[in-house]
């Protein structure tokens, strides 16, 4: 199935988080904070929206920097996304 987002939505999928720390810590499973750096799979077309008009900053494979409680969970086909609006975008990574 393939998920179209509208207007300023976003559809990540959430990166891997880190299994150790820099200092070479090995991480549990459940202890590990889940990033908050994704990848961008879809955008929506952008538009007029609550009556401003929205220019998409973003575009599929970017990797961004995302609010930690943004978005909306779903699981499409066992693979688990998140929903955004493109201002829960903080950053793009370059």
């Not at 889940?34 to 929205?54: M, W, Y």
């Amino acid at each position: 199935m393939k998920l179209a987002p509208l207007a300023d939505r976003v559809v990540l999928k959430q990166m891997a988080a880190e299994e150790t720390t820099k200092s070479g810590i090995v991480i549990p499973g459940k202890e590990k904070e889940l990033p908050q750096q994704a990848v961008v799979v879809e955008v929506g077309p952008g538009g007029t929206v609550n009556g401003e008009v929205v220019k998409m900053e973003v575009k599929k494979g970017d990797q961004v920097i995302y609010s930690k409680y943004a978005g909306t969970d779903v699981e499409i086909d066992g693979e688990k996304l998140i929903i955004v609006r493109q201002a829960d975008i903080l950053a793009v990574l370059k």
